[in-house]
């Protein structure tokens, strides 16, 4: 790209109000150094644990809040859109908590009241396989959105927590939107259509139209299994992007953003029995397992060069980099 795009993409990332969908950070002080590299404001961070019970959820919660405080004033827990705002205008980080399952609540609905005082404000519904809410996109049949999956996400409009499905079956995912009172986003994923093997973590064009309809966002993602166009072909971010437009052509800028999901704090063990619990996920090996070029959250200004050679006003790739998912926590999150 010329000096003039590289410059004009540059500026729009310094302005924008950037919210990243999905990270796995590292919990040490140079992730909110490589987040500020990267332009971001805001990220969605996955705690506890997908696999986690209640104690050892607890015990994960109170490692964030310690990493936190420990920041020297270079981040803080976001509860609250304007929050994101304060975190802009001070050069600060602004963290969300957002579990990326409902296992660790077991059977008690009433703990979605207590994480909700601990500060999660985005909450996925399933995970790969089933659990109590109802059926992951890895399962061999999908039963839907149970009886009990239907009153946590009655409870989660009802406190302000927006609904995830990123990692939802498609029945779940289709009977969640048509439940919730609430737009619903996918925070990390990426179109089927154009997934050369089709992978059940994406999704499809029948379940993001209906998300859009709904008013929600979905955050593409730079996995690189979810983004190849050709079978065992490490994708670039010129595939992720491709992904992108996709989405704006099938359901408008307004309903599109990003959620890299990068996993820095993923070990080669953690890696090794995530495939071995879920086969299905993934065939790259962990150093490959994203794009060529996102590695790391301060790589991130590639998707806002990628957008201007693309085409996209600024009006636009603001909406993209996170405007539109401001959207939804600003009516979600009111209550």
Not at 29 to 39: I, L, Q
Request: hydrophobic letters at 35%; one cysteine or more.
């Amino acid at each position: 790209m010329s000096k003039e795009e590289n410059q004009r993409a540059m500026d729009i990332l310094r302005k924008s109000i950037v919210v990243d969908g999905s990270v796995v950070p590292m919990l040490d002080n140079g992730y909110f150094e490589r987040m500020r590299a990267g332009g971001i404001t805001a990220a969605n961070v996955t705690v506890p644990g997908v696999n986690k019970n209640l104690s050892e959820s607890i015990k994960e919660f109170g490692e964030h809040y310690i990493w936190l405080k420990e920041s020297g004033g270079q981040a803080f827990l976001a509860t609250t859109v304007k929050d994101i705002q304060t975190a802009k205008t001070e050069g600060k980080c602004a963290i969300i908590f957002g579990p990326q399952n409902t296992l660790f609540i077991e059977n008690d609905p009433k703990l979605v009241d207590v994480f909700y005082q601990l500060g999660v404000r985005i909450w996925q519904l399933t995970y790969q396989i089933r659990n109590l809410v109802g059926e992951g996109c890895g399962e061999r049949t999908d039963g839907g959105l149970s009886k009990y999956g239907v009153k946590i996400l009655e409870k989660m409009n009802e406190l302000g927590i927006v609904v995830d499905l990123s990692h939802c079956s498609f029945k779940t995912t289709m009977e969640a939107i048509e439940f919730s009172k609430d737009p619903v986003i996918f925070s990390h994923t990426n179109p089927r259509a154009l997934c050369a093997s089709k992978h059940v973590r994406t999704k499809t064009d029948e379940e993001i139209k209906a998300m859009a309809e709904k008013g929600g966002v979905i955050g593409i993602s730079s996995i690189s299994m979810f983004c190849e166009k050709e079978y065992d072909v490490r994708p670039t971010v010129e595939e992720m992007l491709d992904g992108l437009d996709y989405c704006v052509n099938l359901v408008g800028v307004d309903h599109v953003g990003i959620g890299v999901d990068v996993a820095e704090r993923e070990t080669a063990e953690e890696y090794a029995l995530a495939m071995k619990l879920y086969p299905e996920f993934n065939r790259y090996s962990r150093e490959e397992v994203r794009i060529i070029g996102m590695q790391t959250v301060d790589q991130f200004p590639s998707i806002p060069k990628g957008l201007v050679a693309r085409g996209y006003s600024d009006q636009e790739i603001e909406k993209i980099l996170g405007g539109n998912f401001l959207r939804v926590f600003k009516k979600v999150w009111k209550k």
